[in-house]
Each structure stands twice: as C-alpha cells, then as structure tokens.
C-alpha cells in the first residue's frame, strides 16, 4: 500500500492549520506564442513546448476535496483540458477564512504571476497528479 499523495498531504496539511483556509487553483494549458520561431511550432505540435496560460481560476476549502482525481473529474465540467494546475493556500484570520475579496485578489495575482513566469512559489501538478517544479 502506497502513502498519502502529494495532493492528498496538502489537503491535510491546509485541513491542519490554526486559521480556516481557501485552497487557490489556477489551471493552465499550452499555447503557442504568436512570435513562435518555426522550430518552436514545430516543437508544439509534437505536443512540447510552448507557453502557459491561464484558463481558468477556483477556491475551495480543503474539506471539499477527497482528492486528486475528485478535482480534475471537477474541472473537466467546467474547464478546457489543461496542462498544469498551480495550487496556493490562503489563510484566514481569528477563526474566519479569506474574505471573498481577499480571495479575488490573490487568484488575480496568481494569473498575473503565471503571465510574467514567476510561479516557483506554487505547487503544480499535471493532469494525472504528479508534482511538477518549475526554476
């Protein structure tokens, strides 16, 4: 029998905390850049490469999530198909979660961050649960 998944440690790690928290989700999926060289196209249609972009944002509590699988069955109702889900962790504050501008801000951050490449202070995980880690 194997351990507890990454995924299934954070929420249990989230569930843990002194203060109530929102797990954030930023799922991204490949484009090509418009100014793409020939080689960076030709890279991208053999399903490498090209550049991340947001697709869609939500926040959950982390009781409701059992697992991985739960949250990318989720998505698929309500998102295209993506290539990396970045997870962050919000915290609230004298026994009451983010509020929901405190919540807005942060996904818009996430996006803005994602746009200008500085996700290292994400988890990320691909679509069929293994961790990812970008430099």
Not at 29 to 45: S, W
Not at 46 to 66: I, N
Not at 74 to 87: G, K, L, T
Request: aromatic share 8%.
């Amino acid at each position: 029998m194997t351990g507890p998944s990454h995924f299934e440690r954070l929420l249990q790690a989230a569930a843990s905390q002194a203060e109530p928290q929102r797990l954030l989700f930023l799922f991204a999926g490949a484009e090509l850049p418009a100014d793409a060289t020939a080689a960076q196209r030709e890279r991208f249609h053999a399903g490498q490469g090209g550049a991340l972009a947001p697709l869609a944002c939500v926040d959950k509590s982390p009781g409701d999530l059992s697992s991985f699988a739960a949250l990318v069955d989720e998505s698929r109702q309500a998102c295209p198909p993506w290539q990396v889900v970045f997870i962050a962790a919000l915290s609230g504050q004298a026994g009451r979660p983010p509020s929901p501008s405190q919540v807005d801000g942060a996904l818009h951050a996430m996006v803005d961050n994602l746009r200008a490449g500085r996700v290292g202070d994400y988890l990320a995980f691909g679509p069929d649960g293994e961790a990812l880690s970008f430099s």
